[in-house]
Every structure is written in C-alpha cells, then in structure tokens.
C-alpha cells in the first residue's frame, strides 16, 4: 500500500517534471569505455565550485559588505561565530582547489587535443569559464577587507587605469569612486556574489549541453587522426560499439575523486585555518605588503623583472594576447593528430609553462624587490650579543628601518645588497658616506640620525664577516 503510494506519488512529480526524460538519458548517456582517471578533473572543478557556493551562502549570512563593520564581521566569523574559521577556511581553499582543478583539468585537455572538431566550442566556453574563475577569486581577495586586499586592489585600479581612453573610467568602475571606499567593497561584494557566479552557472550550463552534443572524446589514438569529414560518423559507431553508460561505469571514478578533494578542502581548513587576517585597511599608511593569492604570484614576479617603460604593455598586453590566443586555439588546428606522442611542441609547452609558473611563483613569494616591513630584531646568537655597544647598534639597524631591505645572517630584506659579510669589504669612512648620503633606491640618513647612532650602527656593520679576535689569555708567568 505504501509502496503503491510512494509509486504514485513519484510518478506524478516524473510527469511534471520530466525527470525520466531529461535526466536519466543524460545520467545513462554512453561514454568511451577508455575515459577514466584522465576524465574526472573537470567534474572536481564542478565540485569545488559547489563547495564555493555552499560557504559562501554561509558566510554571507554574517558577513557585512560595506563601511567599518565589514573587518569586524571578518573577525566575528573567524573567531567567534559556530563553525565560521572552518566555513571560512572551506571558502579559501576551495578556490584554490577550484583554480587549480580547472587547470589541471584545461591542460590534459589540451595535451589530448579534444578542442579539435566538433569539440571547438567546449574549449572557448572552457576558456571563458576559467577567466570568470581567476576573476571570481580576485574579487574574493578584497572581501577580506584588511590592508593586503586593500592594496592589491589599489594596485589592479592603477593597472587597469593605463588601458589607453577608457583607463580612467575603468579604474574609477573597480574602485566605485576616486579612492578605496566603502562603495568599492560593495561592488566587489555583487561582483563576486551574484555576477560571477552568475556567469559560471550559465557557462557550466553552455559546456554541459555541449559535451551531451559532441560527446566524451575518446583517449588519443596514434593511428586515428581528427578528420572533420569523417569523424562524427565513426565517432557515433565506435561509441554504440565500445561505449558504456556513465553512471555507474564511469561517473564512479568522478564521485570518489569529488569526495577526495573535499575531503582535502575540509582537512585544511581543520587542521591549517583560514587565511590570518592583516590589521585593518589603511589606504594612509605605506608599511604594507600587498601579495596577491599564490596563483596570481607569477604575474607579480614578472610585473616586477619589468624595466618600466613596459610595464603598461605587460599589464595590459598579457591578458588580452593569453586569452586571445587560447580562445581561438581550436579555431588554429582543429583536425589531425591527437596523441601528444605526435604533437611533441604540446608536451613543451606545458613543461615549460609549468617550470616558468613555479619559478615566477616562488621568486614572486620572495618578493626581493619589496621592502619586508615585517621583519624582526636581529637575534643575539647573530649580533653576538644581548648588550652593549652592539646590540644598540643591531637594534637601531631595525629601528631605522635598514633591515626591511639589508639581509644579515638570514634576518631582512632582500631590495638591498646583503650586509652579512659588509664588514670585509667597507671601511668606516665608506659606511659613514654610504648611510649619510643615501645610494641607489637607498634614502640619505643624515638628516634622520644622530652621530651617536651613527657611530654605533657602522661599530656594528664592521663586525659583520669579521671573525672576533681571541682574547688574551690569562697570564700564568709567577
């Protein structure tokens, strides 16, 4: 009876609905019996998106996008409220495992080569999808709210501010006024809530109504290159031949990897925490360090290693040349070979544009071009000692600010040259000209100090490299 009711009841919301005719088709459709591991990054993109959208609902509920409660709803969430670090944590790491998906997931794409025909439009919508993404995730970066996001997005208005005639109205559109503001937290809050998911809804929903089109591309076959005139028709017959259903044989493989990166995204943001948040935003003072997130690092190193008469080339010329040239890839070569065996430029180039993204990445962690506002008094076990003349010295070396771009013994800065061995190769009287006077990118100190501390920071410098002469054994003579 009951059974009959349940029955009943499912197939009069099937008949509304038409779950039987819409879904089940899709969720049965057949797919190449030799799509598997390979296959399942791109529905991890889709995963770690709806781990997105799940905590930042959650989020949104405390969070407030707009004037000075904004920093303290971020510490409210973060350090008070039920299950806030975590959601919080969630919501960071999942747009890392987002980006990172989709482009593990845009690679072996193009490592298969299955943007060639009929495919062409799932690799521009993929493409579209993954610029949404990076944007998504820069938007995110401001809704901290603290002194890094703050710059980061006072540096990308100035960026934008030198495309050529639209410059200054596009920057005045990122910043929603002249300056840093309560309006621009809350276009960036819309931007990042409701346009950008937006976009990524109806491109994932363009790119799913592709792939049930085109079908899953089967694994490379060296002996099968891409011809438009007869692939589809092979295509269809090697599919109903070989091919099996996607759920359950393959979709499987896509459900235990979803559930891992999860996992994953859960595990961090348990046992590692959310991002710690920088002290407030404050636009007046210039002791910040704005670091972009690590997957925009890379663009950083290089804007860095720029002489600056190609600066603004760099900053507007390498986005616009990156997603012109992906975009229209399939449009380039969209027949012949697949298999990267015969496509050896292919295997280069992500080898060489991985090898290129993890030095720019680290160089770009590095920042040696930047002061280091951050740093630290110099321990006793490298001034040698933890009083006197120089330790005063050490001390000022940190109190002038000359530590924020001098490394000594592994401590400082690394805008200036290293100071660890200076006592070798500098006499007093070149150190006194040095620090009164100023260098290159070095500000002149004899107006800001005294001759007193003067005396004591070269006493010390001098010590630098200098190995401490031994002192005079006690006489034994009777």
């Not at 919301?13 to 819409?22: L, P, T, V």
Request: hydrophobic share 45%.
């Amino acid at each position: 009876m009951s059974n009959n009711f349940v029955t009943r009841t499912w197939n009069w919301i099937d008949n509304r609905i038409g779950f039987s005719d819409y879904i089940v088709p899709l969720m049965v459709h057949l797919v190449p019996d030799n799509a598997r591991w390979w296959y399942i990054f791109g529905s991890a993109t889709l995963c770690a998106f709806i781990v997105q959208v799940f905590t930042g609902v959650c989020l949104a509920m405390s969070y407030v996008p707009g004037g000075e409660e904004t920093y303290q709803s971020l510490k409210y969430i973060t350090d008070t409220a039920p299950l806030g670090s975590i959601l919080r944590g969630m919501h960071y790491y999942g747009a890392s495992a987002m980006v990172m998906m989709a482009v593990i997931h845009m690679v072996q794409v193009y490592m298969h080569a299955t943007y060639k025909y009929p495919r062409e439009m799932n690799w521009m919508s993929g493409v579209v999808l993954l610029f949404v993404v990076l944007g998504m995730a820069f938007t995110g970066q401001l809704l901290r709210w603290d002194a890094n996001g703050v710059w980061s997005v006072t540096v990308a208005a100035e960026m934008a501010g030198r495309t050529p005639i639209i410059g200054p109205t596009l920057a005045h559109f990122i910043l929603g006024g002249e300056t840093v503001g309560g309006s621009t937290i809350t276009r960036f809050f819309a931007m990042h809530v409701f346009i950008m998911p937006a976009l990524i809804f109806a491109g994932i929903g363009l790119h799913m109504l592709l792939i049930m089109r085109h079908g899953i591309s089967e694994m490379p076959d060296v002996n099968d290159p891409v011809d438009p005139e007869t692939y589809k028709e092979a295509y269809e017959k090697r599919i109903h031949k070989t091919g099996v259903p996607f759920w359950p044989d393959a979709m499987w493989r896509d459900m235990i990897f979803s559930t891992l990166i999860v996992g994953v995204i859960l595990g961090c943001s348990i046992f590692l925490g959310p991002p710690a948040l920088d002290p407030p935003p404050n636009p007046s003072s210039i002791n910040a360090n704005p670091l972009p997130d690590w997957y925009f690092l890379w663009y950083f190193a290089v804007l860095s290693l720029l002489p600056p008469q190609l600066e603004t080339w760099v900053i507007l010329g390498v986005p616009t040349i990156g997603f012109i040239v992906l975009f229209f890839l399939p449009l380039i070569s969209n027949k012949g070979h697949r298999a990267p065996s015969k496509r050896p430029w292919a295997g280069g180039t992500v080898i060489f544009g991985f090898v290129a993204f993890l030095v720019l990445t680290i160089y770009g962690y590095k920042k040696p071009w930047s002061p280091d506002f951050g740093v630290k008094e110099l321990p006793a076990s490298v001034v040698g000692t933890d009083h006197g003349p120089l330790a005063e010295g050490a001390k000022l070396m940190h109190i002038k600010g000359c530590l924020y771009c001098h490394d000594i013994g592994g401590y400082g800065g690394h805008r200036g040259p290293e100071l660890t061995e200076i006592g070798k190769l500098l006499t007093r009287d070149d150190l006194i000209i040095r620090i009164n006077n100023g260098g290159h990118n070095m500000p002149a100190f004899a107006s800001s100090i005294s001759d007193s501390e003067l005396q004591l920071v070269v006493d010390f410098l001098l010590t630098r490299g200098v190995e401490k002469e031994p002192e005079n054994p006690k006489s034994t003579t009777p």
